[in-house]
C-alpha cells in the first residue's frame, strides 16, 4: 500500500468508510469517492477538501485518479457488481481493497481494540474511544457514528499505538481484523441475507474471536451462546449489565437526570459511577467500554471523569428538543431487540407521559426475516407511525411492506403513513408528549424539521396561554 498516493472511496458517504478517507486526508493523500445520496456526512467530506461525485459515470473519476500505479480503489460491500465505476477499475486492474482489509491492515500495525456485535458496538465503541482519548493512555479510533464529543467518526493520536474499531459483521467484514482486545456485545440473528442462518452467524462470531492475537483479550457479554477456539494466551472476560461476571455494574440507581452505579472489576469495585448520558441501555455498553479501558491501562479516577463527561453519539438516543410539555428523541434502532431496549428505557424515564414512535424499517429482507419481532417489540409503544421501508441496497421484495408488520401488532394505536407525509402528521398531531424517531434509513434527514414543528407547537401553546 506504500506505493499509492490517492485513494477512491466507492461509496465514501459510509460512515465507516468516510473515517478512513478522513485518516488517508490527513496523512497527506490525495481523497476523492463516489456515493449514491447528498448527506451530512458527504458535504462535510466536501468541506475538508475531499472531492465527492454523486453520479456512478466513468467520466466523473477526476482525471488525477485515471493513474492503476497511484491509486488505491476502496470499496463497501453496499456498492452492487454492476456499479459503473467498479466495473472500470476492475476492468483496468486497479488495485482494489474492502474497507475491512484496510482496517484490518491498520490492526495489524497496532493494538487493535476491536468491538463487535449486532446491536451496541457503535456506542460501546465511542464510548470506549472517549474514556482512553481523555487519559493518559490515549487512543486512535474509526468509529460507527459520530461522537458528540469530538463531532467525528475519526480520532487520531501522535502518541499511542492503541486504535479502537468498529468490527462490522455485515458481509464477514470483520474476519479481516486482527485484535489484539475484543469484545462481543451480543450475537442475536441479523444479516440473515448472508448469513442464512443464525447458527452460521453464530459460528462467523466465534471465528473472529478466534482471530484475536495470542496473549491479547477477548470480553463476552455473558450468556453469549458461542464457543471460540482461542489462541495461546489469549485472557478471557465476561460482562453483563448487572447479571454478574468479570465486569458488572451494581447497585444502578435512575432518574430522569442521571444514572449512576457501581463499577465491578475482577479485583476491585468504583463507586458512585456516573453515566453522562442518562440511559439505561448505556449501562451494560459502559461495562463493556470501562472494561476494555481498565485492561488497556486507564486509571479509576479517568474512568470515572471519562464516563461522566461522555456525551453521547449521533442519532444514538439524542434528544433533539424538550419543554415542559413535549420531549423528541432520535434513535437509530433497526434491529427488534434495539427497539425493545430502547422503548424500555424511554419507559423507565418517562414513566408517566405518552410514547410515540415512529419507525422506518431498514431493509426489505430485515423486515421479512423478523417481522414477529418486529410487531412484537414496536407493540410495547402507545402509538406506532410506520412508514416507508428503507431499501439501501435491496429491491422490492413482494409480499413485504409496512401492512405487514401492522398486520401482526397488538398495539392498538397504530398506523402507516407515507414518509411524504410524516410532517404534516406531526403539524396536526395535538397529543405528543414523547415522539420517537427510529430508524436507520434517511428519516434522519427529517430531524430538523420535526424539531422544528414541536418547538412551533411550544410558542403556539405560550400564544394560547396569553389569550
Known amino acids: 500500500m506504500n506505493k499509492f498516493t490517492h485513494f477512491y472511496f466507492l461509496g465514501i458517504g459510509g460512515i465507516g468508510?468516510?473515517?478512513?478517507?478522513?485518516?488517508?486526508?490527513?496523512?497527506?493523500?490525495?481523497?476523492?469517492?463516489?456515493?449514491?445520496?447528498?448527506?451530512?456526512?458527504?458535504?462535510?467530506?466536501?468541506?475538508?477538501?475531499?472531492?465527492?461525485?454523486?453520479?456512478?459515470?466513468?467520466?466523473?473519476?477526476?482525471?488525477?485518479?485515471?493513474?492503476?500505479?497511484?491509486?488505491?480503489?476502496?470499496?463497501?460491500?453496499?456498492?452492487?457488481?454492476?456499479?459503473?465505476?467498479?466495473?472500470?477499475?476492475?476492468?483496468?486492474?486497479?488495485?482494489?481493497?474492502?474497507?475491512?482489509?484496510?482496517?484490518?491492515?491498520?490492526?495489524?500495525?497496532?493494538?487493535?481494540?476491536?468491538?463487535?456485535?449486532?446491536?451496541?458496538?457503535?456506542?460501546?465503541?465511542?464510548?470506549?474511544?472517549?474514556?482512553?482519548?481523555?487519559?493518559?493512555?490515549?487512543?486512535?479510533?474509526?468509529?460507527?457514528?459520530?461522537?458528540?464529543?469530538?463531532?467525528?467518526?475519526?480520532?487520531?493520536?501522535?502518541?499511542?499505538?492503541?486504535?479502537?474499531?468498529?468490527?462490522?459483521?455485515y458481509d464477514r467484514s470483520f474476519h479481516h481484523l486482527t485484535p489484539y482486545m475484543a469484545v462481543i456485545t451480543s450475537a442475536d440473528a441479523d444479516h440473515l441475507d448472508i448469513y442464512e442462518t443464525h447458527q452460521a452467524m453464530k459460528e462467523s462470531f466465534a471465528y473472529f474471536a478466534s482471530l484475536v492475537q495470542p496473549g491479547g483479550i477477548l470480553i463476552i457479554r455473558k450468556g453469549i451462546d458461542i464457543k471460540p477456539e482461542l489462541q495461546k494466551g489469549v485472557k478471557l472476560f465476561t460482562y453483563s449489565m448487572d447479571e454478574g461476571g468479570d465486569f458488572h455494574a451494581e447497585n444502578i440507581r435512575i432518574s430522569p437526570t442521571e444514572i449512576k452505579f457501581d463499577f465491578v472489576t475482577p479485583t476491585d469495585t468504583i463507586a458512585d459511577v456516573r453515566l453522562g448520558v442518562p440511559v439505561k441501555i448505556?449501562?451494560?455498553?459502559?461495562?463493556?467500554?470501562?472494561?476494555?479501558?481498565?485492561?488497556?491501562?486507564?486509571?479509576?479516577?479517568?474512568?470515572?471523569?471519562?464516563?461522566?463527561s461522555f456525551s453521547g453519539v449521533y442519532r444514538r438516543f439524542n434528544v433533539i428538543y424538550q419543554d415542559d410539555n413535549i420531549v423528541y428523541i432520535d434513535d437509530y434502532a433497526h434491529h427488534?431487540?434495539?427497539?425493545?431496549?430502547?422503548?424500555?428505557?424511554?419507559?423507565?424515564?418517562?414513566?408517566?407521559?405518552?410514547?410515540?414512535?415512529?419507525?422506518?424499517?431498514?431493509?426489505?429482507?430485515?423486515?421479512?426475516?423478523?417481522?414477529?419481532?418486529?410487531?412484537?417489540?414496536?407493540?410495547?409503544?402507545?402509538?406506532?407511525?410506520?412508514?416507508?421501508?428503507?431499501?439501501?441496497?435491496?429491491?422490492?421484495?413482494?409480499g413485504i411492506n409496512p401492512e405487514l408488520v401492522l398486520s401482526k401488532m397488538t398495539l392498538q394505536n397504530r398506523m402507516y403513513c407515507p414518509k411524504k407525509s410524516l410532517l404534516e402528521l406531526i403539524e396536526q398531531k395535538d397529543d405528543i408528549e414523547v415522539l420517537v424517531t427510529f430508524g436507520a434509513g434517511d428519516i434522519e434527514a427529517l430531524v430538523p424539521q420535526i424539531r422544528d414543528i414541536l418547538k412551533a407547537k411550544k410558542k403556539d401553546n405560550n400564544t394560547d396561554e396569553m389569550i
Request: glycine share 6%; charged share 25%; proline share 3%.
Open 282 to 308: 448505556n449501562v451494560e455498553n459502559s461495562v463493556a467500554a470501562m472494561a476494555l479501558a481498565w485492561l488497556g491501562g486507564v486509571t479509576s479516577e479517568e474512568l470515572r471523569t471519562g464516563l461522566s
Open 17 to 169: 468508510m468516510s473515517a478512513i478517507a478522513r485518516y488517508y486526508k490527513t496523512q497527506g493523500f490525495e481523497v476523492a469517492g463516489y456515493d449514491r445520496m447528498h448527506t451530512m456526512l458527504t458535504k462535510t467530506l466536501e468541506t475538508e477538501g475531499i472531492y465527492v461525485t454523486y453520479e456512478e459515470a466513468v467520466t466523473e473519476i477526476p482525471q488525477e485518479y485515471l493513474d492503476k500505479n497511484k491509486t488505491l480503489v476502496v470499496l463497501t460491500p453496499a456498492i452492487p457488481n454492476e456499479h459503473a465505476q467498479l466495473r472500470f477499475f476492475q476492468e483496468k486492474g486497479y488495485r482494489i481493497m474492502k474497507r475491512a482489509e484496510i482496517l484490518g491492515s491498520i490492526t495489524r500495525q497496532s493494538k487493535g481494540i476491536c468491538i463487535s456485535g449486532t446491536h451496541g458496538k457503535t456506542t460501546t465503541s465511542t464510548i470506549t474511544a472517549h474514556l482512553f482519548k481523555q487519559s493518559h493512555v490515549d487512543c486512535n479510533a474509526f468509529l460507527g457514528g459520530i461522537s458528540n464529543n469530538y463531532k467525528s467518526n475519526l480520532l487520531l493520536s501522535k502518541e499511542s499505538n492503541f486504535v479502537v474499531i468498529e468490527a462490522d459483521e
Open 336 to 398: 427488534p431487540k434495539e427497539l425493545s431496549a430502547g422503548i424500555e428505557s424511554i419507559r423507565e424515564m418517562y414513566p408517566d407521559k405518552k410514547i410515540t414512535g415512529i419507525f422506518q424499517p431498514h431493509l426489505y429482507t430485515r423486515t421479512r426475516d423478523f417481522v414477529d419481532e418486529f410487531a412484537e417489540s414496536l407493540s410495547a409503544l402507545d402509538e406506532l407511525i410506520l412508514t416507508d421501508i428503507y431499501p439501501a441496497r435491496e429491491l422490492p421484495i413482494e
